[in-house]
């Protein structure tokens, strides 16, 4: 019952590094999501994909790009790492709808240095 | 736009006190809500949701009631645990956009 598998659960990256985080769910699900945590802040939407073929930005896109690969992956990519970019990183996914709950997986916890 | 606002932790109770965070949202149209909860090292656990108007969401002895008139919707649980110690997230769906919008969180420790 894996459920949101992301990888890696963890990461150093030097200033100008790039690197893909991978996310994958077994629900079968339509939707899934990238969102970032920081202190005091909550979590904010980076980037989501309402369907297979389709992405739109969140709160905070800038300095990352998506891929939806197909309905169960969806990637996100930090082409040029930059210290404001520390932060735990959270995929989601959930069915389309608006009383549709996300569910999430483990993060992934990202240091720029 | 769509905004949650959730009380600021972080909240301190003996067990067995009750417990109540506050929750008050701003959205256009008819937004679902829901409680998250996030254990030390973890991800995000659905706890309870509420999808319209007087809807009450339970599970695992936390309660949450959409209050439209107040635009609210409070976290409580009558007799707390230690293994309640977490970071709780009130959030909301739909209103002028589909996406899940979080409040800050609020830390609560519970103490033997």
């Known amino acids: 019952n894996a459920g949101v598998t992301q990888t890696p659960k963890f990461q150093v990256l030097k200033t100008g590094q790039s690197m893909t985080l991978q996310c994958a769910q077994d629900?079968?699900?339509?939707?899934m999501y990238w969102y970032r945590q920081d202190p005091g802040m909550g979590l904010r939407l980076i980037y989501y994909s309402a369907s297979e073929g389709t992405t739109d930005k969140g709160e905070v896109p800038n300095g990352y790009n998506v891929s939806r690969l197909n309905k169960r992956e969806f990637s996100l990519r930090l082409e040029s790492a930059a210290p404001s970019q520390t932060s735990v990183y959270f995929c989601?996914?959930?069915?389309?709808?608006?009383?549709?709950?996300?569910?999430f997986g483990n993060g992934t916890r990202l240091t720029v240095t | 736009g769509d905004s949650v606002t959730q009380m600021e932790g972080p909240v301190t109770l003996s067990e067995e006190a009750f417990l109540t965070i506050n929750c008050t949202y701003t959205?256009?149209?008819?937004?679902?809500l829901f409680w998250y909860v996030q254990y030390p090292g973890e991800g995000l656990q659905l706890l309870l949701k509420?999808?319209?108007?007087?809807d009450k969401g339970s599970n695992k002895g936390f309660e949450a009631t959409y209050r439209k008139e107040t635009t609210s919707f409070h976290l409580e649980k009558g007799s707390v645990q230690v293994s309640d110690s977490a970071v709780y997230f009130c959030?909301?769906?739909?209103?002028?956009?589909?996406?899940?919008?979080f409040g800050t969180g609020t830390l609560l420790a519970v103490q033997p």
């Open positions: 959030a909301l769906k739909g209103g002028a956009t589909n996406k899940l919008i």
């Open positions: 959205a256009t149209g008819y937004p679902s």
């Open positions: 509420a999808t319209k108007a007087d």
């Open positions: 629900m079968n699900h339509n939707s």
């Open positions: 989601a996914s959930s069915e389309a709808g608006g009383s549709q709950a996300l569910h």
